[in-house]
Nanobody, 125 residues
């Protein structure tokens, strides 16, 4: 059974940094795109960042571009999200996701088949 487990969330002041991790188990995702999405209270889940299978291509939401960096270590079956200069509007539950299909790149969350349980990020002003 496939599991994606996020960690690294927490409470941080505005301007601070956090690093989220997502460790996958049950199958390897070294040939699959992986991404991060987030959902704030009262809002729909939205795209944050995605990385292709070898880490050579990344896409970001405009709201996080220049502040967040997505990366992966395929040998560890793990994807990361480095978040710098955090803002109160970044407060949300952050979810990791993996695409079932190999060598595909998308930002559409409906395409991602596997999801983690989420980790809370709270940014105080």
């Amino acid at each position: 059974q496939v599991h994606l487990v996020e960690s690294g969330g927490g409470l941080v002041q505005a301007g601070g940094s956090l690093r989220l991790s997502c460790a996958a188990s049950g199958r390897t995702f070294s040939n699959n795109a992986m991404g991060w999405f987030r959902q704030a209270p009262g809002n729909e889940r939205e795209f944050v960042a995605v990385i292709n299978w070898d880490g050579g291509i990344t896409y970001y939401a405009d709201s996080v571009k220049g502040r967040f960096t997505i990366s992966r270590v395929n040998a560890k079956n793990t994807v990361y999200l480095q978040m710098n200069n955090l803002k109160p509007e970044d407060t949300a539950v952050y979810f990791c996701a993996a695409d079932r299909e190999s060598r595909r790149m998308t930002t559409r969350q409906t395409v991602f088949s596997y999801w983690g349980q989420g980790t809370q990020v709270t940014v105080s002003s």
